[in-house]
């Protein structure tokens, strides 16, 4: 009998072209985030105190209740402080490895996602949603609208709902409960549409495929409309890799990162890391905040959790998610993984809505807004090429290219409370640059 022997490197070759893997070693060797002092990226521990005093006065001035702060440069943490509390009925100090929900910080994950799977050749950008999601095939455009009962009437779309558009918010799918337009806000409620995230059981897939059955904003690629179309190719993802959005992540992104505290849903030993949405009551007061009749805010934590939202449903840590952004400012690299090609991560980077929204100061690219020539004069938020995003609980991000810079701000808030501590970060966090 003749035995046949394949090589180990043989092997390996093989795996690592196995279409399930979309992460791939890297002859490029980054080193993990780290705690560093100041001057050895170039920052100025002096100058840094100042975010102390402005994060300190915002919580005696009631503000907020707590935040978490993170500086990092070349690939160091410069600084990362807690102030305040994690609950608003305790006395319980906020801790550097607090969990956040971060809502709409999910989507560029989501973003890089779909990306990866386009590095493989899974889809073009301009293919119809429709081809991998058929429900979306026949989009209508709201006409007409009946205050009394909600009914409408719709004309048909002049054209497909597209992966780009879906990601650049321009697909004319809206976002109910927080969309600007109250006719699609009655519209998506009643029609039992998740917008942020539930505790029922529902997946994703059921509820856009009754999101693909509702009237558009407008016609697809005409208008800049802040949507689900994240929720959509959370989605998406499932149908083209073959694997749970959940899973998906965890394999391709938050595992291959070291992305240890960033969930859908919160393992039982991280819960009591979980911080507090905290709201003011009539009196003024901080308060725990319970949600509305559409969303209950004790998500992550119970429920039935079998919902995944792309555009709003995930938890993290400061130090998580300046792991994420750091892979960016590496061109898609991070600690010898790479997820995403330098050239692609230049074309995510780009202006997608030039001709969408010409006289705009933010650029939009395929996972992040950007910062402007026109935005940078004004001063205070970062030399163009600046990427950044924010989420609804009152979490803030930028990363700056040019200076090697990341910051993250973390707050657990609802409603307007005076807050003016995320514009205040980033200026406080690039004046500290000492090179």
């Known amino acids: 009998m003749r035995i046949k022997f394949v090589s180990f490197t043989y092997l390996l070759c ?5 279409p399930l893997v979309a992460q791939t070693a890297s002859f490029k060797q980054s080193v993990p985030l780290v705690e560093d002092a100041p001057v050895a990226a170039g920052m100025s521990a002096e100058r840094l105190q100042r ?3 402005m994060a300190q006065r915002a919580i005696k001035e009631d503000q907020i209740p707590g935040l978490v702060a993170l500086v990092a440069r070349d690939g160091k943490i410069v600084y990362h402080k807690a102030f305040g509390f994690a609950e608003a009925t305790s006395e319980n100090p906020l801790q550097k490895n607090a969990i956040f929900r971060i809502a709409s910080q999910s989507k560029a994950i989501t973003s890089t996602a ?14 119809p949603v429709s081809k991998y999601i058929p429900e979306f095939e026949n989009a209508q455009v709201l006409e007409t609208f009946d205050e009394s009962d909600s009914t409408y009437t719709t004309i048909p779309a002049n054209k497909q709902i597209t992966i780009r558009h879906l990601l650049t918010h321009i697909s004319g799918i809206g976002y109910g409960i927080i969309d600007g337009d109250d006719r699609m806000r009655k519209i998506y409620q009643k029609a039992g549409i998740v917008d942020l995230y539930t505790v029922d059981a529902i997946s994703i897939e059921e509820n856009i495929k009754k999101l693909a059955k509702l ?3 407008h016609h697809p690629g005409e208008k800049f409309t802040y949507s689900e179309g994240l929720d959509v190719l959370g989605y998406f993802i499932e149908v083209v890799s073959g694997h749970s959005f959940d899973v998906y992540l965890r ?3 938050f595992d291959p990162l070291g992305m240890d505290d960033t969930w859908f849903y919160l393992p039982k030993e991280k ?3 979980l911080v507090d949405v905290q709201t003011k009551n ?3 007061e901080w308060v725990t905040y319970q949600g509305t009749e559409y969303y209950d805010a004790s998500y992550p934590v119970n429920g039935a959790k079998t919902f995944f939202s792309g555009g709003a449903g995930l938890s993290s840590t400061a130090k998580d998610y300046a792991t994420f952004l750091q892979m960016y400012l590496n061109n898609g690299e991070y600690n010898g993984v790479r997820l995403l090609s330098r050239t692609t991560v230049d074309f995510i980077m780009a202006n997608q809505l030039v001709d969408i929204l010409p006289e705009s100061d933010i650029a939009y690219g395929l996972a992040f807004g950007g910062t402007s020539e026109e935005e940078f004069r004004r001063g205070g938020v970062g030399s163009p090429g600046t990427f950044d995003w924010g989420g609804y609980f009152n ?3 930028w990363a700056e290219p040019d200076e090697k810079l990341i910051g993250i701000i973390m707050k657990q808030t609802r409603g307007s409370n005076g807050d003016q501590t995320g514009w205040k970060f980033r200026i406080l966090a690039r004046q500290a640059v000492d090179d």
Do not use: C, N
């Open 271 to 273: 819960e009591d890391r």
């Open 395 to 397: 979490t803030q991000y």
């Open 14 to 18: 093989i795996l690592s072209y196995s």
């Open 215 to 217: 009237p558009l904003h």
């Open 114 to 127: 779909v990306m990866m799977l386009w590095e493989q050749a899974k889809f073009r950008l301009d293919d």
């Open 282 to 284: 009539e009196a003024g």
């Open 251 to 253: 394999e391709h992104i």
């Open 51 to 53: 975010i102390d005093q």
